[in-house]
């Protein structure tokens, strides 16, 4: 009968890494790649694989250290040897990284820790202190101010006020937004350039009722122009536009 063995709970397959890299006392910048990919797949063997979603994360990094072991297990070239990349490298940023926000949490867990350990009184005064005003000595408080001073301050901040007032946004009126039935204007138009076959361009926005139809319109026409519904013609620079069904 074998004996059961509960193993510790990794967060990841980095941090599995990092313990594998701690127990054996390894230097990150120079892993035996080769050990730890044994050592790591002896510990996915071990593990629950009920769940799959966090199993596949464990199974992606065995697959990237089997990777790296092989391009280190293959025999180099002579001129390749001084500017090839070492197949680790990204593996020991990725754990480098990691590690930083692993500790990180740590300090900020030791923080929150010491915070709840810190209790503060409730403010409470004496009702006589809460309820205590200090009486105002007018003469003090207006010194040498006359009303003659005080009317100057008053007119004073009146024309500060004024002097805010924007002349020309002041007398806008309300702006609404202007909806258009973009549907109901594209086959407005469609009948229209269908039925005389040859139209004004300027005699087609003449007839729009707002800015904003005049704009729909003038996109919807580029719009069948590039979808090949209409030509366009003019003549020469500067004169009317004509379009032309292509329907």
Do not use: W
Request: hydrophobic share 40%.
């Amino acid at each position: 009968m074998g004996i059961s063995v509960k193993l510790k709970a990794f967060e990841g397959p980095l941090d599995l890494l990092l313990h594998l890299i701690d127990k054996n006392k390894i230097d990150i910048y120079d892993i035996p790649i080769a050990m730890i990919t044994d050592q790591y797949m002896e510990y996915i063997a071990q593990m629950d694989k009920e769940d799959m979603n966090i199993m596949s994360e464990f199974l992606v990094m065995a697959a990237t250290l089997l990777s790296i072991k092989s391009r280190m297990l293959l025999p180099k070239e002579e001129e390749e040897e001084d500017g090839e990349e070492d197949p680790r490298t990204e593996l020991v940023q990725r754990l480098l990284e990691y590690k930083m926000y692993k500790y990180t949490s740590f300090e900020l867990k030791d923080m929150q820790l010491a915070a709840e350990k810190a209790f503060f009184r409730e403010e409470k005064l004496p009702k006589e202190i809460e309820e205590y005003k200090q009486p105002i000595d007018y003469d003090v408080l207006l010194g040498e101010a006359s009303l003659s001073k005080l009317n100057e301050i008053l007119a004073f901040v009146l024309k500060k006020q004024k002097d805010k007032v924007d002349p020309v946004r002041s007398t806008f009126g309300r702006i609404e937004r202007e909806d258009v039935d973009m549907e109901a204007k594209q086959n407005y138009i469609q009948d229209y350039i269908i039925q005389y076959e040859r139209c004004s361009f300027r005699q087609l926005l003449e007839k729009q009722h707002s800015k904003m139809e005049v704009i729909v319109t003038f996109m919807l026409i580029l719009e069948m122009m590039k979808t090949g519904k209409i030509l366009i013609s003019q003549e020469n620079l500067f004169e009317d536009i004509t379009i032309i069904s292509n329907i």
